[in-house]
């Protein structure tokens, strides 16, 4: 069936460091997202990468489409990195997301 | 992007009663779609709602519990109906923008049924 794993599952980070969030896929993919969901709820895009790389300030992503897994970098770390991180895929044939487990990162200062 | 709302924010109801939640997109979308989060876990999508026509459910979503309606491009409602405790959930709606692929998401109805 449909899978879309992310990893870790949690993650603790001293302000300022670096990490990179994972997410693999099982199918081949038409589109691929990440989100940021802010500890009120509300999800924020990040990127739109069904292929390729992309950086956005101190955040970039690539994603490897034949290998089926995505990686979301995060660089010097703030608190209001803090959250969870959603992958969400649209497979072929398909025309909506279907999201991942999510990452949930919490930056200390 | 587009900027969408919702109604309510956030509402607490009686078990056994109905909620309608409104969702307002500022532009034209090609797609709108109601996921619901329940507490603690990640998104999962209740249906695609199609203007002029009924929704298409997902497995596990039935149009008697959650009916959908949609009359234009830029407006949609999701009832939530016969609630019981299992229903608490946040509840988004999602559009996809016209000539674009990335999709966009409201900031939420946060549902709690006592």
């Known amino acids: 069936g449909i899978q879309v794993e992310q990893s870790p599952p949690d993650l603790i980070l001293q302000e300022g460091a670096n990490s990179t969030l994972r997410c693999n896929f099982s199918d081949s993919v038409n589109n691929l997202q990440w989100f940021h969901q802010n500890p009120w709820g509300q999800l924020i895009n990040l990127f739109y990468i069904p292929s390729g790389t992309k950086q956005n300030g101190r955040l970039s992503a690539t994603t490897v489409a034949t290998e089926r897994y995505s990686l979301l970098y995060i660089s010097s770390s703030q608190t209001t990195d803090s959250g969870v991180y959603f992958c969400a895929v649209e497979y072929i044939g398909a025309n909506n997301l279907f999201f991942g487990t999510g990452t949930r990162l919490t930056v200390i200062p | 992007s587009a900027v969408i709302s919702q109604k309510p924010s956030r509402d607490i109801c009686q078990r056994g009663t109905s909620l309608t939640i409104q969702c307002q997109v500022d532009?034209?979308?090609?797609?709108m779609f109601w996921y619901r989060q329940q507490p603690g876990q990640s998104l999962t999508l209740i249906a695609t709602a199609n203007q002029g026509s009924e929704a298409t459910y997902e497995s596990g979503f039935v149009i008697d519990k959650f009916p959908i309606s949609r009359p234009n491009l830029t407006f949609s409602t999701l009832t939530v109906s016969n609630m019981s405790p299992e229903d608490s959930s946040i509840y988004l709606c999602?559009?996809?923008?016209?000539?674009?692929?990335?999709?966009?998401f409201g900031p939420g109805t946060r549902l709690t049924v006592t």
């Open positions: 999602s559009v996809v923008v016209q000539g674009a692929g990335e999709q966009y």
């Open positions: 532009s034209q979308v090609t797609m």
